[in-house]
């Protein structure tokens, strides 16, 4: 604890989103001040934290961001490099750039992960029609077109199930300039997918989370349910797998790591450098909770525990899901958490909420 940073000192969060906000609260509740970084005026954060509404690219609006703070994270991985350089020159940033580096980019992201000895879908690059015919014949149907960069919530990727879906594919995921660098991935047949939380801390300190289940529906995250229902094994193997990437990162902070169970074995599907959606069922579950574990990791503190209290099932709150709330008010063991968004356009996160599961 010496050497944490003092309390009241103020901890800066690139992008004012729900998870900046969560960010921002839990800071808050450690005794930290937090500022926003965040170009879209009123993003959720905004009403929580002070924000600043500037480009990515305002130098002058940095250099007063890295002047008013301490220290710099973020909510999310796609934050230009030139931005990072900026900040980087007089403030730390946790995680480190190594970390946003692989986690931006699907291909550097598999070679790192295979590197490391953990098992991905096979995965050919390809920037062009041409060398999307070449991969999908190399790595047979079904497959996975997905641009490298800049995808979320299932954006930006289509299933191929037979070559002659080639064009319209490379159409769909390249857009108007027919070019784009992307990864073919071969499709992994799985029974299960889960994800874990995990951290490290500034004293290379590792915890993570119980590994949920997750379900998506139409690529965004539906509901991710504790315990998953995989062997004790696979838990295991995946916890494992999460700290050699920690390790293997010399990684300061909260780390999401997604998996896929095909056979019994364990793929990585892909990291995310920062608190995860798949993990806000650790507010009901957990005595500290990610947002709060962020915290700790990259102030100095020492890390919670990770352990369990309570079986918990996090179900989103997707657009007009919101009409719902009333409902969900009244249940006992249902714990709700909405992120302050005025319009509730159909994909968008609104809110989640988290219900204990009572033990027979
Ligand atoms: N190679 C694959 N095999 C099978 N399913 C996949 C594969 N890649 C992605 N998916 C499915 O699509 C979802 C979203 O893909 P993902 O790569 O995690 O993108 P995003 O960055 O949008 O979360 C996954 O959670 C999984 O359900
Ligand atoms: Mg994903």
Redesign the pocket.
């Known amino acids: 604890m010496s050497d944490a940073l003092p309390l009241g000192s103020t901890i800066g969060i690139l992008g004012g989103g729900q998870l900046g906000r969560m960010l921002a609260m839990a800071a808050a509740r450690l005794g930290y001040l937090a500022q926003v970084y965040d170009p879209a005026p009123g993003c959720p954060a905004a009403q929580v934290a002070p924000c600043v509404t500037a480009a990515w690219d305002d130098a002058e609006a940095l250099d007063a961001f890295a002047a008013a703070v301490d220290v710099v994270t973020y909510e999310f991985e796609n934050i230009p490099a030139t931005t990072l350089d900026r900040l980087a020159e007089t403030r730390a940033i946790r995680p480190s750039r190594q970390a946003l580096r692989i986690s931006q980019d699907r291909l550097p992201e598999k070679e790192f992960l295979n590197r490391i000895g953990l098992e991905t879908?096979a995965f050919m690059a390809v920037t062009s029609e041409q060398d999307l015919a070449e991969a999908l014949s190399r790595l047979g149907s079904p497959a996975?077109l997905?641009t490298r960069r800049l995808?979320?919530?299932?954006?930006g990727?289509v299933r191929i199930t037979d070559p002659a879906e080639v064009p319209t594919a490379w159409a769909a995921v390249a857009g108007r300039d027919r070019t784009v660098d992307a990864i073919l991935?071969?499709?992994?047949p799985?029974e299960h997918?889960i994800s874990v939380i995990g951290a490290r801390g500034l004293d290379g300190r590792i915890a993570c989370f119980d590994p949920a289940e997750n379900v998506?529906r139409d690529?965004i995250l539906r509901t991710s349910t504790v315990p998953a229902g995989v062997p004790a094994r696979v838990t295991q193997d995946a916890v494992l797998a999460t700290a050699r990437i920690l390790s293997a990162l010399d990684y300061v902070g909260v780390i999401g790591v997604?998996f896929?169970v095909a056979a019994g074995r364990l793929v990585v599907?892909?990291i995310a450098p920062r608190v995860h959606n798949s993990g806000h069922w650790t507010e009901a579950g957990c005595a500290v909770d990610q947002f709060e574990q962020h915290i700790r990791a990259i102030t100095g503190w020492p890390l919670g525990d990770g352990a369990r209290h309570a079986d918990v099932q996090m179900e989103n709150l997707i657009g007009d899901d919101i009409r719902h709330i009333p409902r969900i008010a009244q249940e006992a063991d249902a714990r709700l958490h909405l992120y302050g968004k005025a319009e509730a356009r159909p994909g968008r996160k609104m809110g989640h909420v988290n219900r204990i599961v009572r033990r027979g």
């Open positions: 879908a996975i997905k995808g979320y919530d299932g954006k990727q991935e071969g499709f992994v799985f997918e998506h690529g997604e896929f599907n892909e």
